[in-house]
């Protein structure tokens, strides 16, 4: 154990100098002394930077090293609100797709709800009735007619505090500022955190619920556009467009990307395009397949691989996993062969050859049906 001992030591020796340098950084920016910071994350600045803007604006804070806020005894009457969750939207609509689907990444989602969720209410209309889980301003009027506000709601105050504070860091890390794109990538963690010394649960159940509701209005401006919800959740959207081609599906993506940022309600979201399928055999986020790319290039030289993720091929015994495989790639491929069938010696393909648009899949109200193999 002994040499064991002597490299773990050496080891944290020659680290000595980077870590001290992120205590310099994390203490430069955060305007502390290096003694004085308890700890080398970045959750711990986010406190005191909280904090401060919150004193500014004489709001008292709730400062506690306990997983539960300081609220003058108060905290310990919440009983049942451990209880209490946001259940995520989550789309899953198993098929094979044999128009072009986009395969979207999102992220900042989370940030992108706290510095819009001004707008989030409005998006729903003026006449709904809605839910706000945040608490009402001293000058809202309080009869009750259109927002209706939980028992424990997060005060308005902090939220206007913590978003003025994000939207700062947001600027600074645009202009290229390391330290506040950090304090930007950790403030989920610091927000879902019961180790952050102004965790909040009714500042998490907020930004969840607030969360919730973009990413239902973001699928909700999907579908004006034209395009069917395949698979959605807070970091990934799985859409099916109408285009039968790879590249006329590219200009369409993005038209449909520009359509959403140019929102104002997803000004801060970031959404990139991880794939283009071809055609795809789709049953979760853990099992499906097809012909795709990366990359959408000129059509002599566009190039579809086959992609495969099937989970349950695991659950198989070993001597027919492969076989697994080989079946499902052998249906994609004859499947994609039907999706363009081959012209006649003439150059005219006949009419039960043309490729099929997604318009042939659309029922009596006009929505387009998940199952999408040629010829159900």
């Excluded at 994390?26 to 919150?54: S, V």
Aim: with cysteine; charged share 20%.
């Amino acid at each position: 154990w002994q040499s064991f001992v002597a490299k773990r030591i050496v080891t944290h020796y020659l680290r000595l100098g980077t870590w001290i340098s992120h205590l310099v950084d994390l203490a430069r920016y955060g305007d502390i002394p290096l003694c004085n910071l308890e700890r080398d994350d970045p959750r711990y600045l986010i406190d005191i930077a909280y904090a401060r803007r919150l004193q500014k604006d004489k709001v008292v804070l709730w400062w506690s090293a306990a997983p539960k806020p300081d609220h003058a005894g108060y905290e310990k009457d919440d009983i049942l609100g451990a209880l209490e969750t946001v259940d995520t939207p989550s789309v899953n609509n198993p098929g094979t797709y044999s128009s072009v689907c986009i395969d979207l990444n999102i992220q900042n989602l989370a940030i992108n709800t706290i510095l819009s969720s001004a707008l989030i209410n409005e998006a729903e209309g003026a006449d709904s009735v809605s839910f706000n889980p945040a608490a009402p301003n001293d000058n809202a009027p309080s009869d009750g007619s259109n927002i209706i506000y939980s028992d424990n709601a997060f005060a308005t105050a902090g939220i206007t505090v913590l978003r003025e504070m994000v939207k700062s860091w947001h600027g600074d890390a645009v202009r290229g500022d390391t330290m506040a794109d950090t304090m930007v990538q950790h403030l989920v963690r610091w927000v879902e955190s019961p180790g952050s010394f102004l965790y909040d649960r009714s500042l998490h159940y907020y930004v969840q619920m607030m969360s919730r509701k973009a990413l239902q209005q973001l699928m909700t401006d999907f579908r004006r556009v034209g395009s069917h919800i395949v698979y959605a959740s807070t970091n990934r959207l799985l859409l099916q467009t109408t285009k039968a081609e790879v590249g006329n599906a590219y200009a369409y993506s993005q038209y449909i990307l520009k359509t959403v940022a140019a929102k104002p309600l997803f000004h801060f979201l970031d959404l990139e395009i991880k794939e283009y399928w071809d055609y795809l055999v789709w049953y979760d986020e853990f099992n499906y397949g097809g012909k795709g790319c990366i990359e959408v290039v000129e059509a002599e030289k566009q190039t579809l691989e086959m992609i495969m993720h099937w989970q349950f091929a695991m659950f198989l015994p070993l001597p027919l996993q492969p076989m697994f495989n080989e079946w499902v790639v052998e249906y994609i491929e004859l499947m994609h062969a039907r999706k363009r069938p081959a012209a006649l010696t003439n150059g005219t393909p006949r009419a039960t050859q043309l490729p099929i648009h997604a318009a042939i899949f659309k029922n009596q109200k006009g929505e387009t049906d998940g199952s999408t193999t040629p010829g159900n």
